[in-house]
């Protein structure tokens, strides 16, 4: 770890002034990604600027839909009654991550932003594209058994996002809310927010250097309210998801009016399947549907050495997610 | 009976051996008295030395630029191999290597060779930890790196037949009876392969040295270890100093598995580094270290052939093992040793190949060679019983072995049958569907499976002293080691019972040379081994009593002949009339005497009933040369459910019954025996250190990408034993358990993954791509 400096903003002026002034800075809210990174020589900052204090707080209803702030803990919006019972998923995919340590101290916006736990990236000794772009990909060639199989390129087949939230945040349309070191508000769909790794694995969002995130709101709907998170590993707890899908379902009379599907584990970025959602919208809620719905999802799917499992686990676990909210 | 047994029994009315006496050093511990290596901060002008390690795996270093770390405030010193001052000895030939009891033979920083990645480069030292770590970051390596050999995996690997493993102590090829022949003419035949991950110990405790020279000739080292005598001797050896001047405290552990058992570089490179800096030095591996420094268990392949008579006898065994050992070292775990004897099998034949990889040297982690071993033969014989269509238990209970047939000396003492038995009771065994994948709980499909246990008992011996005061207080001392097990609560229970005192009297110290001899904690030797010395030195208090009482104008006892004295509930008393006697206090007020110190020398195994005990140091050894084989034996029972669709598998019930000896304590050693079979579940579940085969470096050497049991993946276990008596193996009849904890756990829970899915899963760990990937077979 580099030495660095650090400092406390009291507004979200003050923070992006920092970060303005020190492009290397960078933002704190629980540390749980950022200083292991750092901790790893991963990532090298000389300046540490604490976002906590800013105001991107409260769980509340909007016109819009549920407003949660940047801020938030994971543990306090997992269990949160609005949540609990208006987007189930949502609770779901945080109460499932990490363990009570982490989401005690962990915010929503750095679970957005966390990183991907790919070995080589973690690890400086190796090369690495998305680390140290035209270093090369020994994943490829090498341990990729946790690896993505859908949207990956030659330069990287990392699940870029290996965590749970975004991936129930991408089902259920939710929008985040950026501010720029100009002070100027943006909204941009999870389903957006997150690249491809194309030939530039390095970048990893569509966030300007120096833009906050400031707060995500997730639209009302009867599939939200109708949701679940199925999460796959081999422990039962503590873990990141091997495979993981976010599905939502409004069934009415044995059909499905609409439907909401995202998984994870699988993904260069949290993977919202329209294909799937299109063959679920007016079908009957049957298992021949949520079969044909997962075969879907991961057609055109690209196993590596280690990770063709995938392709079956994840249709197993999307297919036990939306039987499990068809009742 | 070959040999007369010798055997003393402790008091039985006294009651405090056997009890679950809570943790004596509970308190110390949850409150953070308890100093544990890494923990002495008071010592004069202490600093603090990280380890700067290879990225590759194989290479010359070039140069190292030290020039921008050396500018950083609070930097002392950067030692690499061109400037670490030169040791007396090092492992770096054969000799050496077992004069220092190293478990690898070689050091680095004693030349630009790199041999694996993760291989210390250069120690860095400055006045607080963070310091030296930023520092140790701005170290520049300049290796010229080949490419390395990563596994016997590799196609390009060389395999070679060793003439032994593990440093020595086992053929490298074992023949009994005609095996192939037999194999041959048997009716069934079974020939199945079986592959392990590489597993690291990974205690909660790093491993972790703070030297201090107090003077040129004078070393203290406070380390992380599971023997303060085997630290003592590689220290003092390599250092060219006498053994006396090197002394090592141990007071806490804080788990080691194995990893601790030995020396391994970072210790004396800390050693050197204080002496080079001239101030006590303080180093602690890092978590990402620990899967580089301290050994590991070697990933490894086996197959065994099954040749059996169609009503399921054994006729025939044949194992060969191929793993991946390092460039100097011919390290494997014995697997082939408990396969040898488990069951009663007229022929057996083992052999070892090994190739030679970019890897530091594989070492001994809970029951080496018993725990991958077990997983072998106790798959195949369920694959025996269902394609014979008999039950799991009873195909052990036909091939019972009724005295050892690797040696065919009669057991010392053998429980597995009432193991067996309690164990199926507790288990419901009796009400096991017989067919694979015919059970259901809901979605899920339900297993039964079991497996037998058996661990050796390792011929060793170790020395304690006993100081017993005139107001009933005790100091008991030796040189033992408590893992974080409960050594220090289960001796004060012996000492306790042996001087007929209450624990509450009792202090006892261990942990340091400058006490008594002990054994390692290692191989599941201490608590046999330091439990008769102590008894033994409680013995020597009594004599020196009864001699002085015999000697003692105004004690009742006066010119009795010792010999005609017992003691009894604490008094000592004329065999022939109890009533004359007296107490201790009693007699040694009358006489001034403020305390009596006593020595006893304990023996564990082999040396116990043949009089020929093995080094303190030396576990494992000379194991053969008594009239009877010593083994304790237990049985698992596990139910797992498993979601056939997304392949993960549950634990959600477990009982173990085992039969070990007297058992010292009821309530450490059952947490030993929920340790260890949760360490198995972790091996049969999930845990797997990856090496990338193309860099021979791990891709996940932390612990939240190498995965051990959370709560939530263990079910409430059911533990008991089997009373035993065992005359043979020590004065206490104690029997080890440390290891046998986690013998034949992987195939209990890969058995019962069979009865559930119908799908033998070989490789561990089961995870849940292998269950999704298998296919059922049909029995
Ligand atoms: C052992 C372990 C296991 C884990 N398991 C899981 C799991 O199972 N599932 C899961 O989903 N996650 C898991 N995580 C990840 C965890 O959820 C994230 O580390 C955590 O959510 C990050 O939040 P934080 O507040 O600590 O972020 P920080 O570490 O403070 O920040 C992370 C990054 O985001 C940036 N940042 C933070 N907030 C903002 C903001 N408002 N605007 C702009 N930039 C910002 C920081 O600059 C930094 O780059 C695990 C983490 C660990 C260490
Ligand atoms: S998969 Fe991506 S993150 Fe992993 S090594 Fe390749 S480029 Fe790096």
């Known amino acids: ?327 | 009976m070959d040999t007369e047994p010798k055997f003393f029994e402790t008091n039985p009315q006294s009651g405090s051996v056997g009890q679950p006496l809570d943790r004596v050093d509970g308190r110390a511990k949850v409150t953070g008295q308890a100093r544990y290596s890494a923990e002495f901060n008071n010592l004069p002008g202490l600093v603090h030395a990280v380890l700067k390690t290879s990225d590759v795996a194989k290479g010359r270093i070039q140069s190292i630029d030290t020039s921008a770390a050396l500018k950083e405030p609070g930097v002392l010193a950067i030692l690499t191999h061109q400037n670490l001052p030169k040791l007396a000895k090092t492992p770096n030939d054969a000799q050496s290597k077992k004069a220092i009891g190293a478990p690898m033979g070689f050091l680095p920083l004693t030349s630009d060779q790199i041999h694996y990645a993760g291989q210390a480069v250069a120690v860095v030292v400055a006045d607080t930890l963070e310091r030296a770590q930023h520092a140790a970051a701005l170290v520049r390596v300049n290796i010229a790196a080949e490419k390395p050999a990563a596994s016997y995996e590799d196609p390009k690997a060389e395999l070679f037949d060793p003439q032994k493993v593990q440093d020595g102590k086992t053929p490298g090829h074992t023949v009994r009876g005609n095996p192939k022949a037999a194999f041959a003419a048997s009716p069934v035949q079974l020939t199945h392969t079986y592959v392990h991950a590489i597993n690291h110990h990974n205690p909660m405790e790093p491993g972790a040295t703070t030297a201090h020279w107090e003077a040129a000739d004078r070393l203290t080292v406070y380390e992380a270890t599971q023997g303060v005598t085997r630290t003592q001797k590689a220290l003092s050896t390599m250092l060219g100093l006498a053994a006396e001047q090197v002394r090592v405290v141990t007071k806490y552990i804080g788990g080691g598995f194995g990893c601790k058992g030995s020396s391994w570089p970072h210790t004396v490179l800390t050693v050197q580094t204080a002496k080079a800096v001239g101030r006590p030095v303080k180093l602690s591996l890092t978590r990402p270290q620990m899967f580089t420094s301290m050994g590991h268990r070697e990933d490894q392949t086996q197959t065994l052939k099954i040749g059996a008579t169609k009503d399921g006898k054994l006729t025939a065994l044949i194992h060969e093992k191929t793993s991946t050992t390092s460039p100097w070292d011919d390290y494997a775990e014995p697997n082939s040793r408990i396969i040898n004897l488990l069951y009663a099998c007229p022929t057996f034949e083992s052999s070892y190949q090994l190739a030679r990889a970019n890897v530091m040297t594989s070492t001994f982690m809970r029951a080496p060679g018993e725990a991958p071993g077990s997983f072998a033969i106790e798959c195949s014989m369920d694959d025996l019983a269902y394609q014979l269509g008999i039950d799991p238990l009873e195909i052990r209970l036909r091939n019972y072995a009724e005295k050892d047939p690797s040696n065919g000396k009669p057991w010392s003492s053998k429980s597995l049958k009432q193991c067996y038995a309690r164990g199926a009771e507790l288990f419901g065994w009796s009400k096991r569907n017989p067919k694979a994948g015919a059970t259901h709980d809901g979605r899920l499909l339900v297993g039964w499976g079991m497996a037998t246990a058996s661990y050796p008992v390792h011929n060793n011996q170790g020395t304690a002293r006993v100081r017993l005061y005139a107001d009933g207080h005790a100091l008991v001392q030796t040189g033992a080691t408590d893992l974080g097990t409960g050594t220090y609560t289960v001796m004060t229970q012996v000492a306790a019972d042996a001087l007929w005192i209450t624990p509450d009297k009792v202090r006892f110290e261990l942990g340091d040379t400058k006490l008594p001899t002990a054994p390692n904690s290692g191989g599941s030797v201490a608590a046999g081994t330091v439990s008769s010395s102590i008894y033994m030195a409680a013995q020597d208090v009594w004599q020196k009593l009864i001699k002085q009482a015999t000697q003692d104008k105004k004690s009742p006892l006066f010119r009795a002949k010792p010999a005609d004295v017992v003691v009894e509930k604490g008094r000592m008393v004329l065999k022939s009339d109890k009533t004359k006697g007296e107490d201790f206090a009693t007699l040694m007020k009358r006489n001034e005497m403020s305390d009596v110190e006593g020595s006893g020398n304990g023996k564990y195994g082999a040396g116990y009933e043949s009089g020929l005990a093995a080094g303190p140091a030396d576990s494992g050894h000379q194991d053969d040369m008594a009239g009877h084989s010593m083994h304790s034996f237990g049985a698992h029972f596990c139910e797992v459910k498993v979601d056939p669709d997304l392949g993960t598998v549950r634990v959600t019930r477990w009982v173990s019954v085992h039969a070990a000896g007297r058992i010292l304590n009821a309530k450490t050693a059952r947490s030993q025996i929920i340790g260890g079979s949760i360490f198995g579940i972790g091996c049969a579940l999930m845990e797997a250190t990856k090496r990338d085969q193309n860099f021979a470096r791990y891709t996940n050497a932390t612990l939240a990408d190498y995965h051990i049991p959370v709560s939530a993946d263990i079910p409430e276990m059911t533990v008991e034993f089997v009373n035993e008596h065992d005359p043979y193996i020590n004065a206490m009849g104690v029997k080890g358990i440390g290891e046998i904890s986690m013998v034949g756990v992987a195939a209990a829970v890969a058995n019962a993954v069979f009865h559930a899915t119908g799908k033998r899963i070989r490789s561990l760990p089961i995870t849940p791509d292998k269950v999704l990937e298998t296919k059922m077979v049909q029995v």
């Open chain 1, 1 to 327: 770890m580099n030495n660095f400096s650090y400092t406390q903003a009291g507004s979200a002026k003050e923070a992006t002034a920092i970060r303005k002034a020190n492009p290397q800075a960078a933002y704190i809210a629980g540390g749980t990604t950022l200083l292991d990174l750092m901790k790893a020589n991963l990532e090298e900052h000389p300046q540490l600027v604490d976002i906590n204090m800013l105001p991107f707080r409260g769980i509340e209803q909007t016109p819009d839909g549920l407003r949660i702030g940047a801020m938030e803990r994971m543990s306090d919006v997992g269990e949160n009654p609005l949540v609990l019972q208006q987007y189930p998923a949502i609770s779901e995919s945080l109460l499932l991550a990490a363990s009570p340590q982490l989401r005690n101290m962990a915010s929503i916006g750095g679970n957005i932003l966390q990183r991907t736990r790919c070995g080589y990236f973690r690890d400086a000794a190796f090369p690495c594209n998305k680390r140290v772009p035209g270093s090369g990909c020994p994943a490829l060639q090498g341990d990729n058994h946790n690896l993505a199989i859908l949207g990956t390129s030659d330069a990287c087949i990392a699940t870029s996002y290996p965590g749970d939230l975004s991936v129930a945040l991408a089902a259920l349309d939710a929008v985040l809310t950026l501010e720029n070191q100009k002070g100027k508000q943006r909204r941009v769909p999870v389903t957006e927010f997150y690249l491809l790794p194309g030939k530039t694995p390095q970048k990893e969002t569509m966030l300007e250097p120096g833009e906050l995130i400031v707060a995500v709101t997730i639209p009302a709907a009867v599939h939200a309210r109708r949701s679940t998170y199925l999460k796959v590993r081999e422990r039962a707890s503590y873990a990141y998801a091997l495979a993981s899908a976010a599905v939502g379902l409004d069934v009415q009379g044995g059909t499905i009016r609409s439907a909401r599907v995202a998984l994870g584990g699988v993904g260069a970025q949290p993977w919202r399947s329209r294909e799937a959602e299109k063959i679920l919208t007016g079908a009957p809620a049957t298992e021949a549907t949520f079969r044909a719905a997962a075969a879907a999802a991961l057609r055109g799917a690209q196993p590596r050495s280690e990770n063709r499992y995938k392709v079956e686990l994840a249709q197993n676990t999307l297919v036990q997610a939306l039987q499990k909210v068809a009742g």
